[in-house]
């Protein structure tokens, strides 16, 4: 496969987007934004975008002419809809499709018909339905729970009131990579398109347990009392399962399929032991990493 120079972001305004962005301007791609409305001075200039109609195979062509790989990072209300975006890839000549997934254990087959996971698994297969037919070739990247949200909200642990509601018995493992370092991992992708062609690459920047932070969280704020409960994993799926399947696609309880999964440590492999990291170019974190980490979020 030829030298991928210019590439198109879907989505590129939200929560990961920007960070994709961002990596591919450093790497010196040629980037293109496609976006449903653009928003004035929110991209680099050296940035072009493009307004698409995202259900109009013909408006999405016309916007990815010329371009060697689409990267979607769109949100995850919009995957199904990605179908589109792969016809338009295919018919404008894309070669490379990273589709939005940026998963945890969406990769697992055991969960390729649960809500929330099954279109993921509809987009995968339509890939690489593609790709079989040598229209198009494609990249899946895993990446763990985004850093930023497994700390950035009482999740893990609720750093702000020091409380710990464990998961299970609190040693369910769990990979994690910040958004800057997903990115990454989606420039560097695109610089080894051979060696990432039509493939699962996982990266992992950490693997923690609620139990190895409260470890430390002790070890840098002794002074801290913990305030420690337990949830069963199989009983807040259970709970999600039963809402959807009575009609309820509410966040909540759509929030509970995600925790019981990717909470549920290896049970869904929701922690990475082999990784692409270095292919990637993703440094691991260190024990110290985590320590400076755990003490500012308690600091
Ligand atoms: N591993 C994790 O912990 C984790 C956490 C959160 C998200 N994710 C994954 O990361 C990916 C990006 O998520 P995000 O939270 O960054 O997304 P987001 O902020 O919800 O949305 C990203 C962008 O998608 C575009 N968009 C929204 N609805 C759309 C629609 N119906 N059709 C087409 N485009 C639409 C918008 O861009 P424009 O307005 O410019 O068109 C929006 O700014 C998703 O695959 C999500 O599942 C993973």
Redesign the pocket.
């Known amino acids: 496969m030829s030298e991928i120079k210019s590439v198109a972001v ?8 920007p960070h994709v962005l961002k990596a591919l301007i450093d790497a010196n791609f040629q980037v293109t ?7 004035p001075g ?1 991209y680099d200039t050296s940035v072009k975008v493009v307004e ?1 109609d ?1 259900t109009s195979v013909d408006s999405l062509t016309a916007a990815l002419k010329g371009i060697d790989a689409l990267v ?8 199904e ?1 990605q179908t589109i975006l792969i016809d338009a890839s295919v018919a404008a000549g894309v070669k490379r499709f990273i ?6 254990v ?1 990769t697992n087959s055991k969960l390729e018909t649960f809500p929330i996971y099954a279109p ?1 698994f509809k987009i995968k297969h339509y890939l690489q339905e593609k790709a079989k037919a040598g229209k198009l070739t494609w990249t899946v990247l895993a ?4 850093l930023e ?2 700390f950035g909200q009482p999740f893990l642990l609720d750093f702000a009131n020091h409380k710990a509601n464990l998961f299970d018995e609190g040693d369910n493992r769990m990979t ?2 910040s958004l800057p370092n ?1 990115g990454k991992a989606i420039a560097s992708i695109l610089k080894n398109a051979k060696a990432t062609e039509n493939k699962i690459v996982r990266i992992s920047e950490v693997i923690v347990t609620q139990n190895g932070l409260l470890k430390i969280a002790e070890e840098v704020r002794p002074d801290i009392k913990w305030e420690i409960s337990k949830v069963p994993t199989s009983a807040i799926l259970k709970q999600g399962l039963d809402g959807v399947a009575a009609g309820d696609f509410s966040m909540p309880t759509v929030m509970k399929i995600l925790t019981g999964t ?1 909470a549920a440590g290896d049970t869904y492999g929701a922690a990475y032991d082999e990784t692409d990291n270095e292919l990637l170019g993703i440094k691991e974190f260190s024990e110290e990493d985590l320590k400076k980490l755990v003490a500012e979020k308690l600091a």
């Open positions: 879907a989505g590129a305004s939200g929560t990961l987007g934004v496609l976006t449903r409305a653009a928003k929110a698409v995202y979607s990072a769109v949100g995850h209300g919009a995957t809809s589709p939005s997934e940026y998963g945890s969406s993921m990446c763990g729970g985004f949200f497994l994690s990579t997903v990717v």
